[in-house]
């Protein structure tokens, strides 16, 4: 957005595959870090270039026609103005290029890259983004960088036995720079090799290091005489990592770095640090800011400001609570402090409790995907909460009927060989099929797949089944307990606190952290019957419920017969049934 300026410095050169002379002009927004720090302007292809070329009247060649919007490749008229259009920047065959005319994006990358290699002026070659990583810090927290400074003897390794190097204790950071190269009684040391005069080193490394290798630390706790033992052998390389998109590049590769260069020292026999990764996205909120007299932003804390809405539910503007003036809103972006749209977790703990707070950021997203702070959301995940808790309560304080048993029983003993499967109803079948399916699933996105949102959606819907669940006798009480008690074993990880008090309320006496991981019944998974979906020439027309183990031709008479696909066939004879066991069938008429 900064007005592009620019002057000429009089100096050509020349271009390597024309011949042409090329003015070489100074301008302010080219980046000095490009290559050795000189660009090759694209006027015609390059919207900065372009208006750059507009303001001081230099040529405006077009070399690509862009396959949406083909130009001559003729330059504008001198004295008439050309606007930028998106399609110049797009990738088209080259037009006006001599003899790489008609070729393509790549084809021409390739070929000019051949040219310019026959003639000795260049050669393809890959750019690694990974750059020199840079250790040092002019600060005092992190780990002291063993070297000493030496007039003669130059920089000194610190002997092996005089490591470690021990930071100074009670030194306060004040602002004005690096207090280790301010305190004599750390820096004034000997040279090890000449026994003169030296200076310690004062910087200290970045905390990357330390978050390099701090996983293999942890598997040789409490060893004081190495940085790891055999330990790691047992515990590396890390099951599952899991950590935010902002580290996904430099402590990911400085991580895989490290144990790498441990491994060529013969420290650790791994080579790769992780087995498995998970990015987790990154959480946005809005950002409301006001422009300041001085021309600089200032953002307020969207807990702040008061948002305005049309009968619509549309955002139509925002104003500041304390002086009620409008700001602006600029959106939904990443939590920072530079832009105060962060979410003070004390408050919200207080407010809707951690559990509630867990739940909701679980709940809205994917892990992976970006997660956009909603304070309703919270408030959702606490009236889910709120309901839990007090379909529980109702339960374990409801009367019990004359013949219950005792009030955990569950209803696996329901069914055992004393008590078949075939005494409990349909309804209760029902419910417990629903209970042990909600189980596999769930097992299933946390253990295996890491999808949590989903998990607790499948939670919901089995607690939707239960509220209409009304048996209250002995039996439905048992299979209303079961159901509860997995319920509340399924969201444990996600909301522990909550589930830890309602799973002693339901009886249990042993504590819930420690209780295995429970497994689906197979015997409560088995369904008598099932909904067939019908197609008719490819679209749904109906479903029928059919016995589960069907034979293929009861499932084509039940479809047959169904009302609403009759209407469809309309008597016209079937010429093909195609079948998809315990799914669908599609009748082709």
Request: hydrophobic residues 40%.
């Amino acid at each position: 957005t900064m007005e592009k300026k620019g002057m000429p410095t009089g100096l050509f050169v020349t271009h390597p595959l024309s011949g042409e002379q090329v003015p070489v002009w100074v301008g302010n927004y080219v980046l000095m870090t490009y290559g050795e720090g000189a660009v090759m302007g694209v006027p015609a292809h390059d919207e900065r270039d372009f208006g750059f070329a507009l303001k001081y009247g230099l040529p405006i060649k077009f070399v690509v026609a862009p396959a949406a919007s083909p130009v001559s490749g003729q330059a504008p008229q001198a004295g008439q103005p050309l606007e930028w259009r998106p399609e110049f920047a797009a990738y088209g065959r080259c037009i006006a290029s001599g003899k790489y005319d008609g070729l393509d994006f790549q084809a021409a990358v390739d070929a000019i890259a051949v040219d310019l290699q026959a003639i000795g002026l260049g050669e393809k070659q890959v750019q690694w983004r990974l750059r020199d990583w840079g250790v040092s810090r002019q600060r005092y927290w992190g780990c002291p960088i063993p070297l000493i400074q030496c007039p003669r003897c130059g920089d000194v390794p610190v002997p092996d036995e005089d490591l470690p190097v021990v930071l100074p204790e009670g030194l306060v950071p004040d602002g004005s720079g690096n207090p280790l190269s301010k305190t004599p009684s750390f820096y004034q040391c000997k040279c090890p090799k000449c026994g003169g005069e030296a200076r310690r080193e004062t910087d200290t490394m970045d905390t990357f290091v330390d978050s390099s290798w701090y996983f293999m630390r942890f598997a040789s706790a409490g060893n004081d005489g190495a940085m790891v033992d055999e330990r790691t052998a047992y515990w590396m390389p890390v099951d599952q990592y899991v950590g935010g998109i902002e580290h996904a590049i430099l402590h990911l590769l400085y991580s895989r770095f490290w144990t790498r260069v441990m491994r060529d020292l013969g420290l650790v026999s791994v080579k790769e640090p992780f087995a498995n990764l998970l990015t987790q996205g990154m959480v946005l909120n809005d950002i409301y800011s006001r422009k300041m007299s001085d021309g600089r932003s200032e953002y307020f804390n969207p807990t702040d400001v008061d948002v305005k809405l049309d009968a619509k539910g549309n955002r139509i503007g925002a104003v500041l609570r304390s002086d009620g003036q409008s700001v602006e809103w600029e959106g939904m972006r990443t939590m920072s402090k530079s832009k105060n749209n962060g979410v003070d977790p004390t408050e919200l703990i207080e407010r809707y409790g951690a559990d509630s707070v867990r739940l909701f950021m679980m709940f809205k997203a994917p892990p992976e995907d970006s997660l956009e702070w909603s304070e309703d959301g919270v408030e959702g995940a606490a009236r889910f909460l709120r309901r839990l808790w007090r379909t529980v309560y109702e339960h374990v304080n409801a009367p019990a009927p004359e013949t219950a048993t005792a009030q955990n029983e569950s209803a696996a003993a329901l069914v055992s060989t004393d008590r078949p499967a075939e005494s409990l109803t349909d309804a209760q079948r029902a419910l417990r099929r629903a209970a042990h399916a909600t189980l596999a699933k769930v097992t299933g996105d946390l253990g295996r797949r890491r999808v949590f949102n989903t998990a607790i959606a499948a939670v919901m819907e089995l607690m939707n089944a239960l509220g209409k669940f009304e048996d209250c006798s002995p039996q439905g009480r048992a299979v209303r307990h079961e159901t509860l008690e997995l319920i509340v074993q399924m969201l444990s990880p996600i909301t522990p606190h909550v589930c830890h008090a309602l799973w002693r309320e339901l009886g249990r006496q042993d504590p819930l952290i420690d209780r295995a991981w429970p497994k689906p019944d197979p015997h409560a998974l088995v369904q008598d019957t099932i909904e067939i979906v019908v197609q008719v020439n490819g679209k749904l027309r109906g479903r029928v419920t059919v016995e589960a183990n069907a034979p293929d031709d009861d499932v084509r008479a039940a479809a047959l017969a169904d009302k609403q696909v009759q209407k469809w066939i309309e008597h016209q004879p079937v010429r093909k049934v195609i079948l998809v066991k315990g799914k669908l069938i599609n009748l082709v008429v």
